[in-house]
């Protein structure tokens, strides 16, 4: 008989980690997620591989990747240097 692995502290059922897991986070962690570039990616992966039309990505979505494209331009420009 296989015994599947669980975290400690999880119950049978799936327990605080079946929340996590289940995508069923509190709001203000959703929010916080919602403006970090892997979800944009994520979805607009996911709408282009199920025959969204072009471009799959949406204008927030688009917006939210500028953004961060521009924010790591400015770091890098201020902490890294050639020599």
Same mark, same amino acid.
């Given at each position: 008989m296989?015994?599947?692995w669980r975290a400690p502290? *999880?119950?049978s059922s799936g327990g605080k980690w079946r929340a996590v897991a =289940?995508?069923? $986070?509190?709001?203000?962690?959703? $929010?916080l997620m919602r403006w970090l570039p892997a979800q944009?990616?994520?979805? =607009? *992966?996911q709408r282009a591989l199920? =025959?969204? *039309?072009?471009p799959a990505l949406? *204008?927030?979505?688009?917006a939210v990747l500028a953004a961060w494209t521009a924010i790591g331009?400015?770091?890098s420009q201020r902490w890294f240097r050639w020599w």
């Open positions: 296989r015994r599947e502290g *999880a119950a =289940g995508g069923r $986070l509190p709001p203000p962690h959703c $929010l944009p990616i994520v979805e =607009g *992966a199920h =025959g969204a *039309a072009f949406t *204008a927030r979505d688009a331009f400015v770091v």
